[in-house]
């Protein structure tokens, strides 16, 4: 039996080093340059070690679901990094370090307690994919028009009362999340230049039919959800 289990757990050693896919820091660091992805979540962390910088080569950083307050600096050197999970954390703000990861095309920051988010955003132009729901959020950078890649964003059960005019700029959009902003009544008119839109989902919020019919006119590929 021990050597069945001996066996077993250098099986799977050898599988994470061939993959490049961890789910513990110090079996990742083990093999630094070869480390491209790393599961975190769900390890009821305090703190991102710092040690988190050696792994060069990363691609994939999943820390969601843990009790972390502040993210290390040594993260936002990882130049390669392509998709970052912080979501379901008890950050408070998202460091203008985010500015570094130029790679980062996936970003997901949900149920956290952010209020806003840095204009620093602005600089990952590679992004297509932003899920910020169950924040605190009630405006966005007017920089976040340089992330002219955007596909997809949710601002789910957020604070907006108002849709912000930066969404309208970002005409690569196919899919909007509003919903459970329950104050949210209103949208500025160049939402008609977002012609590639699918879906704008604004269920549980004060936009009203009327406005919706408006929606659809403006918008006539969308489906407008209420």
Do not use: H
Not at 75 to 101: E, Q, R, S, W
């Amino acid at each position: 039996m021990r050597l069945f289990i001996t066996l077993f757990f250098c099986i799977n050693l050898l599988s994470g080093f061939a993959s490049g896919s961890y789910t513990s820091l110090a079996e990742a660091l083990k093999n630094p340059q070869g480390a491209k992805s790393l599961t975190l979540s769900g390890k009821g962390l305090t703190v991102l070690s710092e040690d988190i910088g050696k792994l060069v080569n990363l691609e994939r950083l999943d820390v969601s679901t843990n009790n972390l307050t502040a993210l290390p600096k040594a993260l936002f050197t990882l130049k390669k990094l392509m998709y970052l999970n912080v979501t379901a954390n008890k950050l408070t703000a998202i460091p203008a370090g985010i500015a570094n990861l130029k790679n980062l095309q996936e970003l997901e920051i949900g149920f956290n307690k952010l209020s806003t988010l840095p204009k620093e955003i602005g600089m990952l132009i590679k992004l297509n994919r932003l899920v910020a729901a169950k924040n605190n959020i009630k405006t966005l950078p007017v920089e976040m028009k340089q992330l002219t890649e955007l596909q997809i964003i949710d601002f789910s059960y957020n604070q907006f009362s108002v849709m912000p005019d930066v969404i309208a700029t970002l005409t690569k959009l196919k899919s909007i999340d509003l919903s459970f902003n329950k104050l949210l009544a209103a949208y500025p008119a160049d939402i008609k230049n977002l012609q590639d839109l699918k879906i704008l989902n604004l269920k549980a919020t004060k936009i009203n039919a009327k406005q919706a019919d408006e929606l659809t006119w403006l918008i006539p590929d969308c489906q407008v959800m209420l």
